[in-house]
């Protein structure tokens, strides 16, 4: 027996009673544990390890247990509370041959009971410490659901709102996205190795490049160049993989001509070699067979030679591993150290997830805890209110028309006023839309008595029966638009009737929720015509008209800003959002929110991304003429910058002062401005530092977000905020694929939006 069969057999030994009943005594090295488990293993046992169920329709109680108990699942998702899981755990644990526990996943992204406001909305914080919170919150709650695993954080960039999928994300910068996935990584595990009870391991997903997807429509296939997979899209990634997690999900999109889930390039030459990731790679549901969609495998025997040769460990609800691994072992096209490496890596995640120390970690053993989700959970509520309330961007405010005062009649007017389930947002995990505050709740409650707040409908989201039928086959059991048989003429009728009696309407328009999901990309990010002709009766009343809109992604609202008076964008804010909506609109809260997506002003300038490659004859604001880079039928670039948003107060940037004008390689340079808050209320803002490289040996970005302050300032108050620029900060991918910096001149920019901007130059020698 050589020394490493002596220590796994040591450390099996000690292992024994932690599938007993006593308590557990975790075992101490992971290598030699799993090399010993997996030299007891058989061939079916470990393919069983690389199997990834859905726990739905598909199969029914009684064979999953069989399955489990077996040996031939590995992991399990979609099924959420302790009760559910428990026994299923103690199949495979007490159960199976080698005991070998299995691992529950489920789709938390933002929030697990209590529903923090979507990805995106979380991104217009800019807030870490109050995105950390909401991601603490989602891991407290799952695990004590039982869960093991959350397919999160989302971190793919996505530069074309017409992409559903934009909601999940954190939108498109590089930069902000990176910063947003290691704090959700860190959140989430609460630790390097989620192994504590009341934590979940992070999968980063969808690897890679999936908001590039062309056109942005779901699914569809990605060419990128090198320079700019590395500049811009892989970071988000990498930041999340640095910060600890222990899963990658694979993307459902090609990349330059390889599906991602057949990519060796991608899931051993970069994720593994390059950048030396020890965790396990998932595939997206059903990924493996659509190898065969892809036009890349023939049949299905194919698919699974070269998912699991390209470095797919588990394979999501699709069941092609288990049907054709044996035969492909035996054949030799599969060599079994090629499967060997995936059940380590899963057993490995196991291990991290604590589950060979105690299977029932998070699951616990009383038969008697609470599991309905419908049943109210109020202990985190304040911290869902505060993170919504900081996630949302205020667009327009003329003539100071918000915050509202608590007084006279209030007209609240739109189909998403009072709808529960759209408060939810996407992928809503087990939130319970009957608990969460509409906004007309939450209007309701924060005026009391002190106001009179009428409601009317207005309109259904959208006219259209073939959307409605194709949102409500989407995704959910219960049909989630319920359309109000009403004609749109007797809606708006009853709206104006409202309307005519207050003194302000406020508008909640925007989309449902399934509007902007998986599977949910447009052709237009117009209000859908139902609503726009709402507002055009509304304006009309010549009321002082506020939108409070709800949406998932950038949307088309150049009618919308001419006409409105104020516009507050709110995504979709979760549970608590009614209130938290509530909170700004009557400037109990200022809002703070600063885009982290550009909004375009048409669907035909898409892509209006703030960071995009210099060109030889740019577009110049108001300076149209011919023969420059433009669209000339309109006003070129963005309706709303990337990092805009504006305050119930106003702030003041004096000019950048910088330490040095020229700097060493190694060295640094100090840019810091004075931040004021010059009108009467107290508030907070982001202070957002960019940079451009003059001139370098490829073409340069515009401009580059490379850090950012939120600042909170009381009336009057002012602050010096200081950031350093490094020469990391001035590398880049250059054609030969170094990160290098060059010397020459930088220019740095500061200011609280991506356009307004302060400018100095400094030179790196
Ligand atoms: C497919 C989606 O692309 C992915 O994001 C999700 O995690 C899985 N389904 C599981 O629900």
């Known amino acids: 027996m050589n020394r490493l069969h002596l220590l796994g057999l040591v450390t099996t030994l000690l292992m024994a009673p932690a599938f007993a009943d006593t308590q557990p005594k975790p075992p101490q090295d992971k290598q030699a544990f799993i090399a010993d488990l997996m030299s007891r293993m058989t061939l079916d046992e470990k393919i069983g390890q690389l199997r990834l169920i859905s726990i739905g329709k598909e199969m029914p109680k009684p064979q999953i247990l069989k399955e489990i108990a077996a040996g031939r699942i590995g992991g399990t998702f979609n099924s959420v509370t302790r009760q559910e899981n428990r026994p299923l755990q103690e199949a495979a644990a007490n159960n199976s041959r080698l005991k070998i526990p299995i691992f529950f996943a489920y789709d938390v992204v933002h929030g697990h009971r209590t529903i923090f406001p979507i990805s995106l909305a979380q991104a217009s914080s800019w807030d870490m410490e109050a995105i950390e919170r909401g991601g603490r919150i989602s891991a407290i709650e799952s695990a004590a659901d039982g869960l093991d695993m959350t397919f999160a954080p989302m971190v793919d960039i996505s530069r074309d709102p017409r992409w559903g999928r934009t909601s999940e994300g954190f939108g498109e910068d590089p930069y902000l996205v990176s910063r947003i996935a290691e704090v959700m990584v860190k959140a989430y595990q609460g630790g390097a190795t989620p192994n504590q009870a009341d934590s979940i391991m992070a999968s980063v997903k969808h690897f890679a490049l999936y908001g590039a997807v062309e056109g942005g429509r779901d699914y569809n296939a990605v060419d990128m160049s090198p320079m700019r997979m590395y500049q811009d899209y892989l970071p988000p990634y990498k930041a999340g993989l640095d910060a600890g997690a222990g899963g990658v999900m694979v993307a459902l999109n090609s990349i330059n001509g390889t599906p991602a889930t057949s990519n060796t390039w991608l899931l051993q030459d970069l994720l593994r070699k390059e950048w030396g990731f020890k965790g396990v790679t998932i595939s997206d549901h059903g990924a493996i067979s659509e190898l065969m969609r892809h036009g890349v495998a023939r049949d299905g025997r194919e698919a699974a030679k070269l998912a699991i040769k390209a470095g797919v460990d588990l394979s999501m609800h699709d069941e092609l591993y288990a049907s054709e691994l044996p035969g492909l072992i035996e054949s030799g096209e599969v060599d079994i150290r090629e499967v060997d490496n995936a059940v380590r890596e899963v057993l490995g995640a196991k291990w991290d997830m604590g589950l060979f ?38 667009l327009e405010n003329r003539r100071n028309t918000l915050p509202l005062e608590k007084q006279g009649t209030i007209a609240l007017i739109g189909p998403l006023a009072d709808s529960h389930i759209d408060m939810l947002g996407s992928w809503s995990a087990s939130g319970a839309a009957k608990q969460t505050v509409t906004l007309r709740q939450g209007m309701q409650a924060a005026l009391g008595d002190q106001a009179r707040l009428l409601y009317a409908r207005g309109a259904n989201v959208t006219n259209d029966s073939h959307i409605v039928e194709y949102l409500n086959f989407l995704n959910w059991d219960d049909p989630e638009v319920v359309q109000d048989p009403r004609t749109p003429e007797a809606m708006i009728a009853e709206a104006l009737k409202v309307a005519q009696q207050a003194d302000v309407i406020v508008a909640a328009v925007g989309e449902s929720r399934g509007m902007s999901h998986e599977s949910s990309s447009r052709t237009s990010l117009d209000l859908p015509e139902s609503q726009r002709e709402l507002l055009r009766a509304l304006k009309a009343t010549g009321k002082p008209l506020v939108l409070v809109l709800m949406n998932g992604r950038p949307l088309t609202l150049k009618w919308e800003q001419a006409n409105a008076d104020a516009i507050l964008e709110t995504w979709y804010t979760g549970t608590e959002g009614g209130n938290a909506i509530a909170d700004v609109l009557f400037g109990d809260y200022n809002p703070s929110g600063k885009l982290p997506i550009s909004f375009p002003r048409s669907v035909g300038q898409i892509p209006t991304y703030y960071n995009h490659p210099r060109i030889g004859r740019p577009y110049q604001v108001g300076k149209p003429g011919n023969y420059t880079s433009q669209y000339f039928e309109e006003p070129n670039g963005p309706l709303y910058p990337f990092g805009y948003g504006l305050s119930y107060t106003d702030f003041e940037l004096s000019p950048v002062r910088l330490s040095a004008t020229k700097v060493r390689r190694g060295g640094k340079v100090e840019a810091s401005v004075t931040v004021k808050n010059t009108g009467s209320r107290d508030g907070a803002t982001v202070v957002q530092l960019y940079l451009q490289d003059v001139a370098a040996s490829m073409i340069r970005p515009i401009k580059e977000l490379k850090n950012f302050q939120k600042v909170s300032l009381k009336a009057g108050e002012e602050k010096v905020v200081r950031f350093d620029i490094n020469e990391d900060d001035l590398k880049f991918y250059n054609l030969q694929m170094q990160y290098r910096a060059e010397p020459g001149e930088f220019n740095v920019q500061i200011g609280l939006d991506s356009q307004n901007v302060q400018q100095e130059t400094f030179e790196l020698e």
């Open 357 to 394: 120390a105690d299977p029932f970690l998070r699951i616990g053993k009383a038969q008697d805890d609470s599991a309905d989700p419908g049943v109210e959970n109020l202990q985190h509520r304040d911290v869902a209110r505060d993170v919504a309330r900081k996630s949302m961007v205020l």
